[in-house]
């Protein structure tokens, strides 16, 4: 995912360059909340819409917290559009969301 650049248009043409799609992060004590396995299909679900992907289950992330890279379509289609009043960029990085096992 680190070799991936932006939404992917040209990285994910490079071979050598990793590319399973898209998942969903989340910690252990959240995934086991949540009947969430690794690998397991996941759904997430926010005011403007929803997505499923692998979960990854991992200890590098907080567990308040699930991540799903802007790499693949979808995961900007969950997120707030609003614009930075100074820079007019997107608001894509954060959003309150539901998660469950698919």
Not at 12 to 39: K, N
Not at 69 to 81: E, I, S, Y
């Amino acid at each position: 995912m680190l070799g991936q650049y932006q939404s992917g248009a040209q990285t994910r043409r490079v071979r050598a360059l990793p590319d399973d799609g898209a998942f969903v992060e989340l910690h252990p004590s959240l995934a086991g909340r949540l009947g969430v396995t690794d690998g397991a299909p996941t759904r997430i679900t926010t005011r403007r819409g929803s997505m499923t992907a692998p979960a990854r289950v991992v200890t590098t992330i907080r567990p308040d917290t699930v991540f799903v890279p802007f790499h693949w379509v979808g995961a900007n289609r969950l997120t707030n559009d609003a614009l930075d009043p100074s820079s007019r960029m997107p608001e894509f990085k954060v959003c309150a969301a539901a998660v469950e096992a698919s």
